[in-house]
Structures are given as structure tokens and as C-alpha cells.
Nanobody, 116 residues
């Protein structure tokens, strides 16, 4: 099992930046797939970005060029650097880890609010 704790959310003006962190309770070195998702009221949870064990990343079209996901295996943490934020980026952001042979784990979420 792994517990995930997100932090770094908050209120920011449009055009601003935030960096989200997701700290894992155990080593993430062997966790192949980690991701950031977001969900707003009445909406389905959607993929924002993902990263493989080797560092390959994938982004939703809506955030390409603005968001960057990275991982620090030594700190058991993944990050989401969010630049040029827009009001439509307002959501609760969740961290996800897919552990082979164990399952999928989610953090509790962190609120991001972008004011216009």
C-alpha cells in the first residue's frame, strides 16, 4: 500500500503559477505510473498529467505547454508545476499511483482556485 498526500493548492489570479506536491508514504522508485487528475462539481475526474518510472510524461491537451509534471524518487514526491493558470483550471487536484500487483491509490485532493 501507499498513502499519498497532496499539497500546494490555493487561490491564485489568472496568469499566475502554483506548484503542487504529492508525497508518498513509501518509495516511488518502483511505481511505474503516477498521475495528476482534477475534478470539479458534477464533472468526471480527468487526467491532467502522468509520468512513468523512466520520466516520460503525458499531458492533457488543455494543459500542454503550461503544466509540467516531474518526479523526485529520492524524496518520494511528484510535482505539478502549473503556469499561466486560467479560471477553467479551477478544480480539486488529485494524485494517483498505480502499483503493479497492488492496485490504484489516490490522495485526498487539494483545491486550486484561479480567479479572473
Amino acid at each position: 500500500q501507499v498513502q499519498l498526500v497532496e499539497s500546494g493548492g490555493g487561490l491564485v489570479q489568472a496568469g499566475g503559477s502554483l506548484r503542487l506536491s504529492c508525497a508518498a508514504s513509501r518509495s516511488i522508485f518502483r511505481i511505474n505510473d503516477m498521475g495528476w487528475y482534477r475534478q470539479g462539481p458534477g464533472k468526471q475526474r480527468e487526467l491532467v498529467a502522468s509520468i512513468t518510472r523512466g520520466g516520460s510524461t503525458n499531458y492533457a491537451t488543455s494543459v500542454k505547454g503550461r503544466f509540467t509534471m516531474s518526479r523526485d524518487n529520492a524524496k518520494n514526491t511528484v510535482y505539478l508545476q502549473m503556469n499561466s493558470l486560467k479560471p477553467e483550471d479551477t478544480d480539486v487536484y488529485y494524485c494517483k499511483a498505480m502499483v503493479t500487483g497492488s492496485g490504484v491509490y489516490w490522495g485526498q485532493g487539494t483545491q486550486v482556485t484561479v480567479s479572473s
